[in-house]
């Protein structure tokens, strides 16, 4: 496979459809980056865990309905030009 923009690209979809399919309860929990850790209290610098997980939880709601269009059109590309 040849080092293109486009494998660049499928390869971001990728990592963020990775993100986006933790369960926190499921599989984040069991390694301790459950809902209840990492939080600060007001005023206090977030670690680099809190942020994390913040990320993690902005991916997952943010990047919802993009993420499913997103995928549709790489599956379309692929489909066609193979």
């Known amino acids: 496979m040849a080092f293109t923009l486009y494998s660049l690209i499928?390869?971001?979809?990728l990592c963020t459809n990775a993100i986006?399919?933790?369960h926190e309860e499921r599989f984040?929990?069991?390694i301790?980056?459950?809902v209840d850790?990492?939080?600060g209290g007001f005023g206090d610098?977030?670690?680099?865990k809190a942020q994390i997980l913040n990320l993690i939880r902005s991916?997952?709601?943010?990047?919802r309905v993009p993420l499913i269009i997103v995928n549709s059109a790489c599956i379309v590309l692929l489909l066609l030009f193979g």
């Open 28 to 30: 984040l929990s069991k």
């Open 10 to 13: 499928q390869t971001a979809i």
């Open 37 to 39: 850790q990492g939080v």
């Open 32 to 34: 301790g980056w459950g």
């Open 45 to 48: 610098d977030p670690g680099v």
């Open 59 to 63: 991916v997952r709601t943010v990047m």
């Open 20 to 22: 986006a399919v933790l």
